[in-house]
């Protein structure tokens, strides 16, 4: 059983950034984020393999958020730049088993508690 702990999340103007992490008690192969809105369904923001070779982002957060990993500590990574209003969510972080390169919610069976992220001036 693999248990995730978000941490890192605040309040930021517009323009700011964070950088929340996720740690897991236990070896992971895929991790990934995703957010929910108030008022929204959940959606994929990023994922990114073992060994950190492959990496997938949603198009609203390219370019502006960057996914890494810290094996040896267990832990993964959202650096997030450039906020905006509409990035304000709760952030949960997520682990499987597999491999492949996914982006549905579905396909990740472990899942953190939940991180918030509040981007108002």
């Known amino acids: 059983q693999v248990q995730l702990v978000e941490s890192g999340g605040g309040l930021v103007p517009p323009g700011g950034s964070l950088r929340p992490s996720c740690t897991a008690s236990g070896r992971t192969f895929r991790m990934g984020w995703f957010r929910q809105a108030a008022g929204k369904e959940r959606e994929f923001v990023a994922t990114i393999s073992w060994n950190g070779g492959s990496t997938l982002y949603a198009d609203s957060v390219k370019g502006r958020f960057t996914i890494s990993r810290d094996n040896p500590k267990n832990t993964a990574y959202l650096q997030m730049k450039s906020l905006k209003p509409e990035d304000t969510a709760i952030y949960y972080c997520?682990?499987?088993?597999?491999?492949?390169?996914?982006?549905?919610?579905?396909?990740?069976?472990?899942w953190g508690q939940g991180t918030q992220v509040t981007v108002s001036s």
């Open positions: 997520a682990a499987r088993t597999g491999s492949a390169l996914v982006t549905g919610s579905q396909y990740y069976g472990y």
